[in-house]
């Protein structure tokens, strides 16, 4: 090796003698960064992923409370009614439907209000009425 450095220009002999590779410490600091940056890809990606679901539910209430809504007011006026039927549901999801008078008016108008429920948690409740018409 001296042999061959000897042959080499003074210019080239001096950078060659002053390289001495990657340490263990800047190795240990690239990987620390390539690893901080996995981590945070990763957590990024596992809230996109929560937001996606929480978003599912929420449409598929929201779908679940409107054909309620019209399927109640679609149903023959019970002028004593306390609920009217629900509309089948998906797994791990129910409908609640409450029925109230209107105070101080005529018996021809109800309050309806639809609860939807998923796992036993009610997640959304939408109101609306129904007339005897």
């Known amino acids: 090796m001296q042999g061959l450095l000897k042959k080499l220009p003074a210019r080239v002999r001096g950078r060659a003698r002053c390289q001495r590779g990657l340490g263990l ?10 690893g901080t940056s996995v981590v945070a890809f990763v957590v990024a990606l596992s809230a996109g992923t929560i937001a996606i679901g929480e978003q599912d539910e929420e449409v598929v209430a929201q779908g679940l409370a409107q054909s309620q809504l019209e399927y109640t007011k679609d149903a023959t006026y019970d002028p004593g009614a306390v609920t009217y039927p629900a509309v089948p549901a998906p797994s791990g999801y129910a409908i609640n439907v409450g029925v109230s008078p209107v105070p101080n008016t005529d018996a021809n108008i109800q309050k309806i209000t639809v609860t939807v429920l998923r796992d036993g948690d009610g997640i959304l409740t939408v109101q609306g009425y129904k007339v005897n018409r």
Request: net charge negative.
């Open 25 to 34: 410490v800047e190795t240990l600091v690239a990987v620390a960064i390539l």
